[in-house]
């Protein structure tokens, strides 16, 4: 199975106790399409929690996850939009690349392989002249 498409779109939260202190909340929805005709759409609330509108920064999709990314942590969804994992952006890095199954972060000089369950697989110390093509 893979992801063709995903959708994120905020809703309001009609939690009358939060609009009365005026803390206006957000759930995440995600509209999954996929490449398999076979698959239909689905629309699915991310871990069903209240968020402020702008919590998520960017939205980054492989083959089989995709990955939101907010202030401090890159939390990984699954094909079918299941949390798999929450890794700290201090502890992993900067997200360089994503492929159809994993993601690679660069923290230093050091690149992590992760998995869409949140697991480094392949790691590797990269010399000066790497780290410059990379960044550059």
Do not use: H
């Not at 700290?88 to 660069?106: K, N, P």
């Amino acid at each position: 199975m893979s992801i063709k498409k995903v959708e994120i779109k905020m809703v309001k939260s009609c939690d009358n106790v939060l609009v009365k202190q005026n803390k206006l909340k957000y759930m995440p929805i995600a509209t999954i399409t996929y490449d398999e005709e076979s698959k239909s759409v689905k629309q699915i609330f991310l871990d069903n929690k209240l968020v402020e509108k702008d919590y998520f920064k960017c939205w980054d999709m492989g083959r089989s996850f995709f990955i939101g990314t907010t202030d401090d942590s890159y939390i990984v969804y699954d094909e079918d939009g299941n949390r798999t994992a929450t890794l700290l952006i201090e502890r992993c890095g900067r997200l360089i690349q994503i492929d159809s199954d994993y993601f690679v972060c660069l923290r230093g000089d050091w690149l992590d392989f992760i998995d869409v369950n949140g697991f480094a697989f392949r790691g590797t110390l990269l010399s000066k002249d790497e780290i410059n093509a990379l960044t550059t």
